[in-house]
């Protein structure tokens, strides 16, 4: 990586007399405009494709500033991620194939789907060297940090409001300018459309589930492990303001309610993986001080649960599987198809043939879970096997991993609540999809931690 990095094509010329006055320094506003304003993305409809859209400025000025004959730095472990779109491009060719067990297609019927996951990945990219690159007197370590913070503050909201009007939902004005037959689609539904909450089969009947902003329930709960670190580090370490820290103990407080009763089992177990993380990191150390209020927070969280109507949510939801067998399913499928083209998959995901029970039930108007599940659907880690083989997997998770070992040093409050971050979506590639707001805030937080490295030198 330090051989690419050094690259000459990489270096920036030495700027001659005249020359000074044109270099071209990164703005801060995409970021902060990404993140500040999520919000009102969400409200336009645009909470996905905003990730999308904001990476066509960022392109445009990173190559501006590389043209300006300044520095472009690179990640650690950035070659493993370029091998890894490679893998995913090289998908394109297996997008024909039919593994066993699921419905036959056309190379041309899956090419959207596989166009918006190279998409995402391209965009994802971009959003981490741009985070990694902006200059630092326009967005200083700290306000980015409190940008995250604020996001986290705005998924909770989200999550209240699930609760409180589980049935909310409205028009967006992207939505309006979509053809009636595009916006029907389901897939575009859940891109544009907003909602507050998920209705789902849960404990014997219908069961709201909050997913503002970020759509889907399961987004939400990763969502929230990504950014709860953020919340701690802004409002409680970097700050000796009073009025904060109580706001942030508030915030703690009222995020209790939608994260249990969310129902969101990788959620919790992905909470109680930081919790070990920060645990293990801090003992190590020896900043048993700090390790004590992890402990006092865990013993809260605890008698909080035994003590509320918490604590009954909870109960039922553990003694609830009915995602289980599915799960299983899917899981059983994504690991019999990758034997089938182990080293670069099937470049994007299948439909099964009906059900786990039978290959004559499938989805259908009034059971839309009977069947047809997605191959690949039910985690990251299934659909890198399945979509991208074992190269694929190996070059996507590798990056992460190398990321987590060039830092593994820094133990200030901002490199805890990123490490965190990252490890938390390895706990959560099991039954959560990255794409595309969780992988953009695990970037975010390697962008993050990866300029907290740079500033400390």
């Not at 391209?122 to 630092?136: E, P, Q």
């Not at 129902?263 to 919790?268: D, E």
Request: charge should be positive; include cysteine; proline fraction near 5%.
């Amino acid at each position: 990586m330090t051989a690419l990095a050094n690259h000459p094509s990489l270096q920036a010329a030495a700027p001659g007399p005249g020359r000074a006055k044109r270099l071209h320094r990164l703005p801060a506003w995409p970021v902060t405009g990404l993140l500040l304003l999520f919000p009102l993305w969400w409200a336009l409809g645009l909470g996905t494709l905003i990730f999308f859209l904001v990476a066509v400025p960022m392109t445009v000025s990173l190559v501006r500033h590389r043209a300006s004959g300044q520095f472009v730095k690179l990640p650690p472990g950035f070659l493993l991620w370029l091998l890894f779109l490679a893998v995913v491009a090289l998908g394109l060719f297996s997008l024909g194939a039919d593994p066993a067990g699921t419905v036959p297609g056309t190379a041309a019927s899956r090419l959207v789907s596989f166009s918006f996951r190279l998409g995402g990945y391209l965009a994802m990219t971009v959003i981490l060297v741009y985070a990694g690159n902006v200059d630092r007197r326009e967005l200083p370590q700290q306000r980015f940090v409190r940008l995250l913070a604020w996001l986290f503050v705005v998924t909770v909201a989200g999550g209240l409001l699930g609760m409180a009007a589980p049935r909310f939902e409205f028009t967006a004005p992207l939505e309006l300018l979509l053809p009636h037959h595009v916006r029907a689609n389901g897939f575009v539904q859940s891109l544009v459309h907003p909602t507050a909450a998920q209705i789902m089969n849960l404990l014997g009947g219908e069961t709201p589930r909050p997913g503002a902003p970020w759509g889907y329930t399961n987004t939400w709960g990763n969502n929230v492990c990504l950014l709860i670190g953020w919340l701690l580090v802004a409002g409680w370490a970097l700050t000796k303001n009073r009025r904060v820290k109580a706001f942030t103990l508030v915030t703690l407080l009222l995020a209790m309610a939608p994260i249990v009763y969310s129902l969101n089992r990788g959620l919790w177990i992905g909470l109680g993986v930081m919790v070990l993380y920060v645990a293990v990191r801090l003992a190590l150390r020896g900043r048993f001080g700090a390790l004590s209020l992890v402990g006092v927070a865990g013993v809260g969280v605890a008698v909080a649960i035994a003590t509320t109507p918490l604590g009954d949510v909870v109960t039922a939801r553990l003694e609830d599987g009915k995602s289980n067998g599915v799960r299983m399913y899917t899981t059983e499928k994504a690991v019999n198809g990758m034997a089938e083209s182990p080293l670069i998959g099937f470049g994007s995901t299948r439909s099964t043939i009906g059900g786990r029970n039978s290959i004559a039930v499938g989805e259908s108007e009034g059971c839309a879970r009977c069947g047809n599940f997605t191959v690949g659907g039910n985690g990251q880690l299934w659909q890198l096997l399945f979509a991208h083989g074992l190269l694929g997997t190996a070059t996507y998770l590798g990056f992460f991993v190398v990321g987590l070992w060039r830092f593994r040093r820094d133990a200030t409050p901002i490199g805890l609540a990123a490490t965190a971050a990252i490890v938390s979506s390895f706990a959560a590639m099991f039954w959560y999809n990255a794409l595309v707001t969780p992988l953009a805030l695990t970037f975010l937080a390697y962008a993050v931690l990866w300029r907290n490295r740079l500033e400390s030198r």
